[in-house]
Antibody, heavy 120, light 108 residues
């Protein structure tokens, strides 16, 4: 059973870079069964897809965030990471790392989520 | 972007009721529609994929239907553990995925 776990700072200052890592267990991140995605959810609001990476390193990003987002993968550690630059209070949200099934593109499994607050 | 619109935004129902939630896409998405359940403080859980296929381990009281632009999630007999927020998600315009705004299901 594949499990995901987010890690990273819970508080980031405005204009700085938000950095999160997702550790995958129960399967190799290079298995090819998933794209590896990041999503976020501001309090009381809907889910927003941020971007994804494949084991090859190929990436896709939400156009609304593309200029600020970088997603990378470290296959040796079975991890993938999110960097979001120039953050503002609007980036405050729960961030989820998620497996994006390659054939039908549903989201499962999910990490438990981590709250990142942007504040000085 | 494909816009996903859910209705209603909130819903109150009794245990044992049959409940239907609707999701409408701004353009045809075939059967590329997934449903999730989210409880407070928890990550979403996949319930239905490809419009009508039940994810493994999900109770059979959940069902999905529809194609094109109009989709429904039905819970045949509400259980106490079903009170949550439900989201639809289109995977047609991959990878630019979009979600509905959510339907909060509350106990009456």
């Amino acid at each position: 059973q594949v499990q995901l776990q987010e890690s990273g700072p819970g508080l980031v200052k405005p204009s700085q870079t938000l950095s999160l890592t997702c550790t995958v267990s129960g399967d190799s991140i290079s298995s090819g069964s998933y794209y590896w995605s990041w999503l976020r959810q501001p309090a009381g609001k809907a889910l927003e897809w941020i971007g994804r990476i494949y084991t090859s390193g190929s990436t896709n990003y939400n156009p609304s965030l593309k200029s600020r987002v970088t997603i990378s993968v470290d296959t040796s550690k079975n991890q993938f990471s999110l960097n979001l630059s120039s953050v503002t209070a609007a980036d405050t949200a729960v961030y989820y790392c998620v497996g994006d099934e390659v054939r039908f593109n549903w989201f499962d499994p999910w990490g438990q989520g981590t709250l990142v607050t942007v504040s000085s | 972007d494909i816009q996903m619109t859910q209705s209603p935004s909130s819903l109150s129902a009794f245990v044992g009721d049959r409940v239907t939630i609707t999701c409408r896409a701004s353009q045809s998405i075939g059967s590329y529609l997934n449903w999730y359940q989210q409880k407070p403080g928890k990550a979403p859980k996949l319930l239905i994929y490809a419009a009508s296929s039940l994810q493994s381990g999900v109770p059979s009281r959940f069902s999905g239907s529809g194609s094109g632009t109009d989709f429904t999630l039905t819970i045949s007999s509400l259980q106490p553990e079903d009170f949550a927020t439900y989201y639809c998600q289109q995977s047609y315009s991959t990878p630019m995925y979009t979600f509905g705004q959510g339907t909060k299901l509350e106990i009456k």
